[in-house]
């Protein structure tokens, strides 16, 4: 294991999470068999004093949950002077085979914490506490998820050896090397993705306006959402990088955060991913539509959650327009990927 106080608080981070997540999982199941609001008996109300306490808790963890995904890449991106080969993050991550699995665990991790936020912010405008059941079973899906990243994070820290060499980010991600992901697809081709991005991003957007307007096409628009998280992803690493970086065979998703290029990566990262979060939950909650209590409230919560969501998206593309715009690199199609 490296000594360093970002692993520590890596570890640490993880370690809070899962343990409050199992015990807040425990009294999830204990709600899913025995709550029901109308009965005033002992258990019932032992379970809705606990209930106030682990929502509670949870915001805390979820948000922190939040936070590790960029703390993790953080720290990897500091580490990389400790190993022979590694230029920043992409390198850290390939020292040994837990650091990319890890991360995609915190990917899917946070999409699913953010939601289990929005639900639990939309159940808690009910006087009855008409989502419990619901936003506990989620809990009850995401906790295993949960633990697994923090057994495979654990791996991945303590098994770091310094006499490691890894692989620098332009092999990672050089788009004439076959075999792994990373390569597969940086070998997309640049021009079509961007096209392929601003049409996505298009149809996202004009969904999201038509929901926040009509009020209808939840659903679509959670949809779009997670297809537009999806494709935006692959442009950063297919074409948008090559913008930033002005180079045509640069396709690393982690050299972006650097200060080299003014950590540009954290604000596409934090916007992309909030836009994502608010946009699936924003269609989601439309399935409580017709929940008494929510009547009310949750009109007005989906359509800030749409805005913020229409905002976001619009600003990570307004950033990656300006990337582009300003960019000395002119690619065309016959330059070869």
Same mark, same amino acid.
């Given at each position: 294991m490296?000594?360093?106080?970002?692993?520590?608080a %890596?570890?640490?981070? +993880?370690?809070?999470s899962?343990?409050?997540?199992?015990y807040? @999982?425990?009294?999830?199941?204990?709600?899913l068999k025995?709550?029901?609001?109308?009965?005033?008996d002992?258990?019932?109300?032992?379970?809705?004093?606990k209930?106030?306490?682990? $929502?509670t808790?949870l915001?805390?963890?979820?948000?922190?949950?939040?936070?590790?995904?960029?703390l993790?890449?953080?720290?990897a991106?500091?580490?990389?002077?400790?190993?022979?080969g590694a230029?920043c993050?992409?390198g850290?991550l390939?020292v %040994?085979?837990?650091?990319?699995p890890?991360?995609?665990?915190?990917?899917l991790?946070f999409?699913? &914490?953010?939601?289990?936020l929005?639900?639990?912010?939309?159940d808690?405008?009910?006087?009855?506490?008409?989502?419990?059941?619901?936003?506990?079973?989620?809990?009850?899906?995401?906790?295993?998820?949960?633990?697994?990243?923090?057994?495979?994070?654990?791996?991945y820290?303590?098994?770091?050896q310094?006499?490691?060499i890894?692989s *620098? *980010?332009?092999?990672?991600?050089s788009?004439?090397?076959?075999?792994?992901?990373? $390569?597969?697809?940086? &070998?997309?081709?640049?021009?079509?993705?961007?096209?392929?991005?601003?049409g996505a991003?298009?149809?996202?957007?004009s969904?999201g306006?038509?929901?926040y307007r009509?009020?209808?096409?939840g659903f679509?628009?959670?949809?779009?959402?997670?297809?537009?998280?999806?494709? @935006? #992803?692959?442009?950063?690493?297919?074409?948008i $990088?090559?913008y930033?970086?002005e180079?045509?065979?640069?396709?690393?998703?982690? *050299?972006?955060?650097?200060?080299d290029?003014?950590?540009?990566?954290?604000?596409l990262?934090? #916007?992309?991913?909030? @836009?994502a979060?608010?946009g699936?939950?924003?269609?989601l909650l439309?399935a409580?539509?017709n929940v008494g209590?929510?009547?009310?409230e949750?009109p007005?919560l989906?359509?800030?959650?749409?805005?913020?969501?229409?905002a976001?998206f619009a600003?990570?593309?307004?950033?990656?327009?300006?990337?582009?715009a300003? $960019?000395s690199?002119?690619l +065309?199609?016959?330059?070869?990927y």
């Open positions: 490296i000594l360093n106080p970002t692993v520590i %890596n570890l640490l981070a +993880s370690y809070t899962s343990g409050m997540l199992v807040a @999982a425990y009294y999830g199941v204990q709600i025995h709550w029901n609001i109308e009965s005033g002992e258990l019932q109300l032992v379970l809705e004093r209930t106030y306490l682990i $929502s808790v915001s805390f963890v979820f948000g922190l949950q939040l936070l590790s995904l960029f993790y890449v953080f720290t991106d500091a580490l990389c002077p400790l190993f022979v230029m993050a992409a850290t390939n %040994n085979g837990f650091g990319y890890t991360l995609e665990l915190k990917i991790n999409l699913l &914490a953010g939601l289990w929005v639900l639990n912010h939309a808690n405008q009910g006087y009855d506490y008409p989502l419990i059941k619901k936003k506990y079973l989620l809990l009850t899906l995401i906790t295993p998820f949960i633990v697994l990243e923090t057994v495979l994070e654990s791996f820290f303590l098994g770091m310094a006499d490691v890894t *620098c *980010c332009g092999s990672l991600f788009s004439e090397k076959e075999g792994g992901l990373g $390569s597969e697809i940086a &070998a997309l081709p640049a021009k079509p993705m961007l096209w392929l991005f601003y991003m298009a149809a996202t957007l969904g306006l038509w929901f009509s009020g209808r096409g679509l628009y959670a949809g779009l959402s997670l297809a537009m998280f999806g494709i @935006a #992803l692959l442009a950063i690493i297919s074409a $990088s090559l930033i970086y180079l045509p065979t640069h396709h690393c998703p982690f *050299c972006i955060i650097m200060e290029y003014h950590y540009v990566g954290y604000l990262y934090v #916007l992309l991913f909030g @836009a979060v608010t699936i939950g924003a269609g439309t409580f539509g209590s929510l009547q009310q949750l007005g989906i359509r800030k959650l749409t805005l913020a969501s229409l976001l600003l990570f593309t307004a950033l990656v327009s300006y990337e582009v300003t $960019s690199l002119v +065309s199609y016959e330059v070869v």
